[in-house]
């Protein structure tokens, strides 16, 4: 198991409880969205979820029951702003993006066949393209430093795609796929239409199926321009462009496990609905789940306006915090969390240093994330969620500050820049 | 897809209901129990289910919520009959057994290798098995004919598995498991425990592991004693004995997707909870479950007598209307179908005649399952399942009445005994 579970183990045997146990645990390292449970549960109580027909406890469409797959269908078309029309038979239905992941990888793929992917990313990929489907990673690696071609800090570009696939190529490694996460997890930033397209073309002409993980789509909370996989015009491959998303995030909902995967190709989707089987939902979620969707007023109005605004707030909350206590991070204008950079704080620049950071924070009960967890080439960055109460975040910046100001570790001056 | 996925399709597209579709196909094809849904639902809707805490919507341990495998514990010791108090860390919870299936076949045993399992049984069991784990099916045929050995038809013997064994062996088929459905399915029959136990010898001799199905273990309608085998009091291979069961049939919710593991090898769990991630359940309908097993006097006083009690009548019920046509059936006392012979109004004693037969009631618009779709070695048996009710029971043998008794499928007489 990965670091991110390792961390999240720990946190479940000593969860941090304001009242019963505030010596405990406290979470930033587990990408959950917990600022909207009250609107949620407000929802939930509502007349149109008791209503459970006996049909929704018997078997059903593997795929996903019909009617919650047309919600879906009209849901994405919509918030993704379709370039047209879902089919809700090009949709499936499943208990959350880990199976997405662990059907396609089968599917897709032969095992050791590689997938390229821009690092860091989030580091549950690898097991979850590993433990069925058997395929490895294909670092594109990204790096803070801005050279002349690049604007930003871990820019991607289609020359560093080039780079990777031809190295795969010579280690004999056959690359099939290229996973793009959009928004990005844990860089937090947002995918340029035009680069998006430049991918899909680089993965077009080399003949790779493209898998779009846009599971924090509706969790952008800057007033920049998301552009989804679903919206583009015309796609380069369409045939080899599979899309997914989830419940978790943009709902806050990771608990429930629903997960949807989007394709236009027919084999594909006929071999994962052979396995959606065993990562099928319980009927009475899909009918709850589709009560939600079919709130437009609710959602439109209540839900994710609220949303946005909680996580631009909470977002500027901890970024504010990290300032004061000297800690630098990336612009963000989406998902539940921020890069931070902790270089500085670091005794050497080296990924031993990083994991003993990493110790030290979880020895005064905080937990985030090391960039190891996420494949990073670079030591010293950490995510940070935000997505958390006011008072757990200022307890973060409070265990964070104590811990990085105290003698031994002590700021050591390097030539990284911050 | 095999026959019952094809059936079950069938169904689907087109499903019987009083008002709305009376012409539909009646489905009596598909293992479900919806005779007890009104005490299900009425249970549903106490306070105790609505109580859902912010919790229940995070991520929580894959192996399942730990107070859901506490309950789940204390269940299967008292409704097993367990020999020793079951440690809720031998437990892991899937999304239904079909997921128990597949982690047990990708982890037990390498791609390619055997497992046997005496024919006729569950044909789903070729799929989950195969399309993550890639193990093939070793059959154990078993017939109708009594023979002096045996006391009653289609009687497994350890003779015949150590034949079938021998066979794989000489074929090349690594053998590395022994799957035992208890109380059977489709035949409806519960291994008394002498046979359960020289099973068990049987494997603990060749080194196999057994998973023994136990998923209709509170279905069973006769005064017999079923002895599961987590009530035994020494296991021959403890390390190798892994036992799974689920809320499908006994609670008559398949939707409900919840399937159970226990096993105490540490290593197999190990194994199996890292693919559990792929494989969990919701956490609200970990918590309602949750508040069904600790309602000992629901399950003790109202939900199971009444369950079992109308099981009965159900059983009775349809065994009648078949005597009435002419068609027999395998004495059963758990599960929730019995196993029929038709063999007299097959065409011919073969396979086709008999898929033939099932598509004429097909046409009917009345799905049941034909012994193919068991792997069964003797044409002309089917799978009814009787849990449902009284109407459809009655509506099922006036539509097989017609079918069997019109003149294209006139009984043509045949040595089999029947």
Request: one cysteine or more; a negative charge; aromatic letters at 10%.
């Amino acid at each position: 198991p990965g670091l991110l579970d390792e961390g999240f183990a720990l946190y479940l045997a000593d969860p941090f409880d304001r009242e019963r146990n505030p010596e405990g645990v406290l979470n930033l390292g587990t990408s959950e969205n917990t600022l909207c449970f009250d609107l949620i549960e407000e929802r939930l109580t509502r007349p149109d979820m008791n209503y459970l027909q006996p049909d929704l406890f018997q078997y059903s469409d593997a795929q996903g029951i019909r009617s919650f797959r047309e919600e879906i269908a009209k849901f994405l078309t919509d918030y993704a702003r379709a370039a047209k029309e879902l089919n809700p038979e090009n949709i499936t239905v499943m208990n959350g993006c880990c199976a997405v992941f662990a059907t396609l990888s089968t599917v897709l793929c032969d095992p050791g066949d590689g997938y390229l992917i821009p690092a860091p990313y989030y580091g549950g990929i690898n097991s979850k393209m590993w433990l069925y489907g058997e395929l490895q990673p294909v670092h594109v690696p990204l790096f803070s430093e801005v050279t002349d071609e690049e604007s930003h800090p871990f820019q991607l570009t289609v020359e560093k795609l080039e780079a990777a696939l031809q190295r795969a190529k010579k280690q004999g490694i056959r690359v099939r796929a290229l996973i793009l996460i959009n928004p990005h997890n844990p860089l937090g930033d947002i995918y340029p239409a035009q680069l998006l397209k430049e991918c899909l073309d680089f993965a077009h002409r080399y003949e790779l199926h493209v898998i779009m993980d846009e599971i924090y789509m509706l969790s952008v909370y800057d007033d920049i321009t998301f552009t989804s996989v679903l919206s583009l015009e015309s796609l380069p491959d369409p045939e080899r462009t599979h899309f997914m998303w989830g419940f978790s995030k943009d709902f806050g909902m990771c608990g429930i496990r629903v997960g949807v995967l989007h394709t236009t190709n027919h084999e594909i989707q006929k071999a994962v609905n052979q396995l959606a089987v065993f990562h099928s939902c319980p009927g009475p979620v899909q009918h709850v789940l589709s009560q939600f969707l079919k709130d437009r007023d609710w959602m439109d109005n209540v839900f994710f306006p609220t949303n946005k605004k909680r996580l631009k707030e909470a977002q500027k909350l901890l970024v504010d915090g990290l300032a004061d206590i000297g800690v630098p991070v990336l612009k963000s204008s989406g998902g539940l969390y921020v890069w931070a950079d902790f270089r500085k704080f670091l005794k050497s620049q080296t990924f031993e240093a990083e994991l003993e950071l990493w110790q030290k924070l979880l020895d005064k009960k905080l937990l985030i994330s090391p960039g190891k967890a996420f494949c990073c080439y670079e030591p010293g960055w950490f995510r940070l969620v935000f997505s958390n109460s006011v008072d757990k975040i200022y307890l973060c910046i409070k265990r964070l500050e104590e811990m990085l100001h105290t003698n031994d570790a002590e700021p050591v001056p390097n030539n990284a820049s911050s």
